[in-house]
C-alpha cells in the first residue's frame, strides 16, 4: 500500500490488539488502538480512518453498538474480530455496516489479505462495476433500483441497504436472466476471489433477502440455484 491511511483499532485482549497493530503498520497504516467501544467511537471520530478493526465483546458497549454507531459518521471499512463463532453473530455485524470478519484465532496473512481485498473495491458512493453502462433506473417487478443515486424501492417504499448489498441486488438486476456463481459475484462486487468458499457471498444475501421479504424457500425476488449461485425471481 503505497499511499497514507490510518486504521483504527479497538480490542480489548492486550496480545491480539498488538498482533492487530504489528500486521496493519506492517501494511503501512498509521495505527492508533483502543481498548473500548466508547474509546473506539471517539478514536474513529476524531481520526476519521480508512478502516477499523471491531472486536465484538468488548468490556463496556458491544461491538454491534460500535459498529451501529460508527456507521452514523463515518464511511470507513470496518471488520469485524470476535471468538463467537455463530452465524447470528456474523449476520447482525454484517447487518449494521461491517464489511467483513474474522473469527479468533486468525493467521495474520489471512488479516492482511482481507484488508487488501476491500481496499480493491470502490467505496461509497461510487457504481457498481457490473451496472457501469446500464441504466440508472433498473425495474424488477414492483422492485426499483437507481444505480445513480443508490436508492431501493419495492412497492414505492423505500429500502435501506447497506453498500455491500445494494452492490449485489445491483450486480443481479444488471442480467436478470443470468445465473451468478457465488465467485463471479466475489469477482464482481469485492473485486476479489480470495473470500474462500462464498460463504460471505451467501450471509450478505441472506441480509438482502430478509430486507426484500424474501426466503430461501420463497424467492419473490432472488432464487437460490443449487450448487451453483443466485438469479432473480419471477418478478
Known amino acids: 500500500m503505497t499511499e497514507s491511511r490510518s486504521a483504527v483499532v479497538v480490542e480489548d485482549d492486550p496480545d491480539i490488539r498488538q498482533l492487530l497493530v504489528t500486521v496493519l503498520e506492517q501494511a503501512g497504516f498509521t495505527v492508533s488502538e483502543t481498548a473500548s467501544g466508547a474509546a473506539g467511537i471517539a478514536k474513529a471520530r476524531e481520526m476519521q480512518p480508512d478502516l477499523v478493526t471491531l472486536d465484538l465483546s468488548l468490556p463496556d458497549i458491544d461491538g454491534i453498538e460500535v459498529c451501529r454507531e460508527l456507521r452514523a459518521f463515518t ?6 474480530i470476535t471468538a463467537r463463532g455463530e452465524e447470528v453473530d456474523r449476520l447482525i455485524g454484517l447487518e449494521v455496516g461491517a464489511d467483513d470478519y474474522l473469527t479468533k484465532p486468525f493467521s495474520p496473512r489471512e488479516l492482511r489479505a482481507r484488508v487488501a481485498a476491500m481496499f480493491r473495491r470502490p467505496r461509497a458512493k461510487k457504481a457498481n462495476p457490473a451496472a457501469e453502462g446500464a441504466e440508472a433506473a433498473m425495474r424488477f417487478g414492483e422492485l426499483e433500483v437507481d444505480t445513480e443515486s443508490r436508492e431501493v ?5 423505500p429500502l435501506e441497504l447497506t453498500k455491500l448489498e445494494f452492490d449485489l441486488l445491483a450486480t443481479l ?7 451468478w456463481p457465488r465467485d463471479v459475484l466475489l469477482e464482481q462486487v469485492w473485486q476479489t476471489d480470495w473470500l474462500g468458499d462464498g460463504h460471505v457471498v451467501d450471509v450478505h444475501m441472506a441480509n438482502l433477502r430478509r430486507k426484500l421479504g424474501d426466503s430461501a424457500q420463497n424467492g419473490r425476488y432472488i432464487r437460490t440455484v443449487r450448487g451453483v449461485g443466485y438469479r432473480l425471481g419471477p418478478g
Open 75 to 80: 464511511d470507513a471499512y470496518v471488520v469485524i
Open 153 to 157: 424501492h419495492v412497492a414505492g417504499e
Open 173 to 179: 438486476l444488471s442480467n436478470p436472466r443470468r445465473v
